[in-house]
């Protein structure tokens, strides 16, 4: 079969949309495919690699008349110029707002010449924004016009129906998928002041170190964090935390954690592009979100042998396996401590717990079963089949 020309709008921050957009493009790439990705900045994660992932910058123009850069209309005009200077077979878009209602307004100026249009909803452009005034209506008209439609989990499969009004039918689950080669457990674990910026001043008894990767927003619910730990190491003196990423809601971690007095023991590294190396050093990895469509950084931890402790909330229990963690109901920061401290206290039930999280990253969560069921839907709108491919799992 001929390689397909893709085009990928998305934002290139960290987030799940960005991760998951970037990896794609990245395989497919890999697999001979000409892929483009198009984006205010290229994303980290889609440069490198096998295959060349081409660039297409987002200009967003300024000026005095505008409260707000028109993003949307930038992303249009972009596409457009593209598909007007070669041929693109597939244009799949990332996160709903505001992409779906670009690509229909490209749509509607290229005429015959639009490529099939595929949308892949990530979180929070299915539920949050799905009913907000401002985007809801327009992108539901955008969302039901694309030829196929995607989403992560059976949980965001049935929001983003009941939400938009869509036809469940016309929403295939496709699970996002890890790099189980970069994400990989280490040949022997890091000493916990790898994932520190510089040499601390040592803690009076060695214990656990815990992970958090997200980017700090209130959905997040990441000031729960500091009770988390305030608790774990009221039985393990010596536990702490290492956070990495930025938001709106990083100062407010670090002011509950002064008010709980583990400010010592919580380090923020920030955005950092080698999490996956950090995660040697993990014995935990831990969320709090209030809603999560999938997971990602959650899944990269699991390909990294690091049991997931968290909320039983959304997509998330379809991703972390039986054995590969725990969840607990939303808010109850006693269960979620108790968790964590019967598991990282004892070195064997971590291992194990850490090998059933491998296990299940390689046996559900693989690049290529991922990688098949896009190029799959690609390929059958291509073909004029623009009937919906179901769930994958």
Same mark, same amino acid.
């Given at each position: %079969?001929?390689?397909?020309?893709?085009? %990928?709008? +998305?934002?290139?921050? /960290?987030?799940?949309?960005?991760?998951?957009?970037?990896?794609?493009?990245?395989?497919?790439?890999?697999?001979?495919?000409?892929?483009?990705?198009?984006?205010?900045? !290229?994303?980290?994660?889609?440069?490198?690699?096998?295959?060349?992932?081409?660039?297409?910058?987002?200009?967003?123009?300024?000026?005095?008349?505008?409260?707000?850069?028109?993003? +949307?209309?930038?992303?249009?005009?972009?596409?457009?110029?593209?598909? $007007?200077?070669?041929?693109?077979?597939?244009?799949?878009?990332?996160?709903?707002?505001?992409?779906?209602?670009?690509?229909?307004?490209?749509?509607?100026?290229?005429?015959?010449?639009?490529?099939?249009?595929?949308?892949?909803?990530?979180?929070?452009?299915?539920?949050?924004?799905?009913?907000?005034? *401002?985007?809801?209506?327009? @992108?539901?008209?955008?969302?039901?016009? +694309?030829?196929?439609? @995607?989403?992560?989990?059976?949980? !965001?499969?049935?929001?983003?129906?009941?939400?938009?009004?869509?036809?469940?039918?016309?929403?295939?689950?496709?699970?996002? &998928?890890?790099?189980? =080669?970069?994400?990989?457990?280490?040949?022997?674990?890091?000493?916990?002041?790898?994932?520190?910026?510089?040499?601390?001043?040592? =803690?009076?008894?060695?214990?656990?170190?815990? &992970?958090?990767?997200?980017?700090?927003?209130?959905?997040?619910?990441?000031?729960?964090?500091?009770?988390?730990?305030?608790?774990? $190491?009221?039985?393990?003196?010596?536990?702490? %935390?290492?956070?990495?990423?930025?938001?709106?809601?990083?100062?407010?971690?670090?002011?509950?954690?002064?008010?709980?007095?583990?400010?010592?023991?919580?380090?923020? !590294?920030?955005?950092?592009?080698?999490?996956? *190396?950090?995660?040697?050093?993990?014995?935990?990895?831990?969320?709090?979100?209030?809603?999560?469509?999938?997971?990602?950084?959650?899944?990269?931890?699991?390909?990294?042998?690091?049991?997931?402790?968290?909320?039983?909330?959304? *997509?998330?229990?379809?991703?972390?396996?039986?054995?590969?963690?725990?969840?607990?109901?939303? *808010?109850?920061?006693?269960? /979620?401590?108790?968790?964590?401290?019967?598991?990282?206290?004892?070195?064997?039930?971590?291992?194990?717990?850490?090998?059933?999280?491998?296990?299940?990253?390689?046996?559900?969560?693989?690049?290529?079963?991922?990688?098949?069921?896009?190029?799959?839907?690609?390929?059958?709108?291509?073909?004029?089949?623009? $009937?919906?491919?179901?769930?994958?799992?």
């Amino acid at each position: %079969m001929r390689p397909l020309s893709i085009a %990928m709008v +998305c934002y290139p921050a /960290l987030g799940g949309s960005g991760v998951v957009a970037s990896e794609l493009a990245r395989g497919l790439a890999a697999s001979g495919h000409r892929v483009h990705v198009i984006a205010t900045e !290229l994303p980290a994660r889609a440069a490198g690699g096998p295959g060349e992932v081409r660039f297409e910058r987002v200009e967003v123009p300024s000026s005095p008349v505008f409260e707000h850069g028109p993003y +949307c209309l930038a992303v249009a005009s972009r596409i457009v110029e593209l598909v $007007r200077r070669e041929p693109i077979d597939i244009l799949h878009l990332h996160y709903a707002v505001p992409h779906a209602a670009s690509a229909l307004l490209a749509a509607q100026v290229l005429g015959a010449a639009a490529p099939a249009r595929v949308i892949t909803l990530h979180g929070t452009d299915a539920t949050r924004l799905a009913e907000h005034p *401002g985007v809801g209506p327009v @992108t539901a008209f955008a969302i039901a016009a +694309c030829d196929a439609i @995607t989403v992560p989990s059976h949980y !965001l499969r049935r929001e983003a129906a009941e939400r938009y009004g869509l036809l469940a039918a016309r929403i295939s689950v496709i699970p996002n &998928f890890v790099d189980l =080669e970069r994400f990989a457990p280490p040949a022997a674990r890091l000493a916990p002041e790898a994932a520190r910026p510089a040499p601390p001043e040592p =803690e009076p008894e060695h214990g656990p170190v815990l &992970f958090h990767v997200s980017n700090f927003r209130p959905i997040k619910r990441p000031a729960e964090l500091a009770d988390v730990l305030a608790r774990v $190491r009221g039985a393990l003196p010596g536990a702490r %935390m290492v956070l990495v990423g930025d938001g709106p809601e990083r100062e407010a971690v670090a002011a509950r954690a002064a008010a709980l007095g583990v400010a010592e023991a919580m380090t923020f !590294l920030g955005r950092r592009s080698d999490f996956a *190396g950090l995660l040697a050093a993990a014995d935990g990895f831990v969320l709090t979100s209030e809603s999560e469509s999938f997971g990602v950084a959650a899944l990269e931890a699991m390909a990294a042998g690091v049991p997931v402790f968290g909320y039983r909330v959304g *997509g998330l229990p379809e991703v972390v396996c039986e054995d590969a963690g725990a969840l607990v109901p939303v *808010g109850d920061l006693d269960a /979620l401590a108790a968790a964590i401290t019967d598991v990282v206290r004892d070195p064997a039930r971590r291992a194990a717990m850490g090998r059933a999280a491998r296990a299940c990253a390689e046996n559900e969560f693989s690049a290529p079963r991922a990688l098949a069921a896009y190029e799959a839907c690609y390929r059958r709108l291509i073909a004029g089949q623009t $009937r919906s491919l179901g769930a994958v799992r």
